[in-house]
C-alpha cells in the first residue's frame, strides 16, 4: 500500500502496487481531482504543493483495513481495482456537509 503526502501531509492511501499506485498518484487525473476536493481547510491540494508519495505505515495501512471490513459488510460488490481512501476529512460542496471519502 502507498500513501500520498501533499506538502508533508498524508491525504490519501491506495492498496495499488507500487507501478500502479505511481500511476495513479502521478497522473494527471487525480491531480485535477486534488484541485477540486475540498478539505476542512480549503482545497486539498493548490497546485503548487509538493506531492510524494510513499509506502504506507503500519497505522495507516490498519485504518485502511478497517474502514475496507465496514464497507464490505455494507456492500456486495466486485473488485474493481485499486481503492483510494482519503485520510483527511472531505468537505460536500453541495450538501455544505464534511464527509470522509472512502
Known sequence: ????????????ITDAGE???????????????????????????DGEAA???RPATEEEIAEFRQVELEEEDEEDEEDDGPVIMFLVP????????????D
Open 1 to 12: 500500500m502507498f500513501t500520498l503526502e501533499i506538502g508533508g501531509k498524508p491525504v490519501a
Open 19 to 45: 507501478d500502479e499506485a505511481r500511476e495513479i498518484f502521478e497522473g494527471k487525473d487525480f491531480r485535477d481531482d486534488l484541485l477540486d476536493l475540498e478539505g476542512e481547510d480549503g482545497p486539498l491540494w
Open 51 to 53: 506531492l510524494n508519495w
Open 90 to 101: 472531505l468537505v460536500d460542496e453541495d450538501e455544505d456537509e464534511e464527509y470522509e471519502e
